[in-house]
């Protein structure tokens, strides 16, 4: 060993090599620090964006985040879920790719036995029609999944299409209703119209025959009604739509209440919280005071319909029929 070499030198270079060895290892934790933060700044903007309805945007923004934090858990779960309005391969994707991130993890233990159900569900869901594809959900008018996707989870029909019965109603302007009602839901879904019930998915019953027994519930005067035909493995499910009769109800005001009532056979099993929506629990009395003779005031009353589904129920029905259940995103 060269003698100029002496153990100060010795101690001076471990010293130095240390304080090498400590600066790059700060410069990474500080590198490190900066790219988990902007992971977490994607993360924040896609759960803004998945709020707000913009699926692709936050499923952008998602993957942006699981890039920067391969470790990031919850990043992979949101994304797999917003992937779900957009394209169910890369969700099923998405949700393996959660499934090796959280790992063993026990704080994801049971998220995890959910996915894999999850995963499931989404295989084995039917290809479906283009009125009920993502790229039909318009992200400027909302919608109201979260208010009812509980109630309506696993509830929407796995054939197309469905096929309703519409019988034959006491009154002409009622018959014109209903089939008004089928024409304007089946823009959106496939219908197919039977010529008797005996094979309808979707049946409609003018007898009129409404007791309280039957689950009526709150002011609504009519409702649906599900059971099996068949045994419990083989048998099929039916809607029958119910509807009270003992009004003289206009033709708008029964095609409205059929679209309402159509709407809850076809998978929105809930209400709206909104009334400018088909699926709002009830039909308004509106009220508005007029001058009337001598100037003294007279009260008018009439009935608000609307006249058709809004893009909000639309909206909802297209991720009700996306989803694999009612979950919610990570914070």
């Known amino acids: 060993m060269d003698k100029r070499f002496g153990k100060n030198d010795q101690r001076r270079f471990c010293a130095l090599a240390l304080a090498f060895a400590i600066t790059v290892s700060l410069a990474e934790s500080i590198i490190l620090g900066a790219q988990n933060e902007s992971a977490r700044q994607d993360y924040s903007t896609g759960n803004a964006a998945f709020d707000e309805g913009r699926f ?152 009129g025959n409404i007791s309280d027994e039957d689950g009526r519930v709150g002011e609504e005067s009519d409702w649906v009604r599900f059971r099996r035909v068949g045994d419990q493995l083989t048998g099929r499910q039916m809607a029958t739509i119910r509807l009270d009769l003992s009004r003289n109800w206009s033709k708008d005001e029964m095609r409205a209440i059929i679209l309402h009532e159509m709407g809850h056979a076809l998978g929105l099993k809930d209400h709206s919280d909104s009334k400018k929506d088909i699926m709002f629990w009830q039909v308004q009395d509106q009220k508005r005071t007029i001058a009337g003779p001598g100037g003294l005031p007279l009260p008018m009353f009439w009935r608000s319909l609307v006249s058709q589904p809004s893009q909000r129920d639309f909206n909802t029905l297209i991720r009700l029929y996306n989803s694999a259940g009612s979950v919610a995103r990570f914070d």
Not at 57 to 81: C, G, H, I, Q, W
Request: a negative charge.
């Open 56 to 207: 692709a945007e936050a499923a952008a923004n998602f993957e942006r985040a699981t890039t920067k934090d391969p470790k990031f858990v919850e990043a992979y779960y949101n994304l797999a879920l917003a992937l779900e309005m957009v394209d169910r391969a890369k969700a099923l994707d998405a949700w393996r790719q959660f499934i090796d991130a959280a790992g063993d993890n026990q704080q994801y233990h049971w998220d995890v036995v959910r996915v894999q159900a999850r995963v499931q569900l989404l295989k084995d869901k039917p290809p479906l029609p283009p009125g009920l594809q993502p790229s039909r959900y318009v992200a400027a008018a909302g919608d109201y999944y979260r208010v009812i996707a509980r109630s309506s989870e696993g509830e929407q029909w796995g054939q197309f299409p469905v096929k309703v019965y519409l019988g034959s109603a006491p009154q002409v302007k009622w018959q014109q209703a209903a089939r008004e009602a089928f024409d304007i839901w089946g823009g959106f879904v496939p219908l197919q119209l039977l010529a008797t019930g005996t094979d309808a998915d979707i049946r409609i019953d003018w007898s």
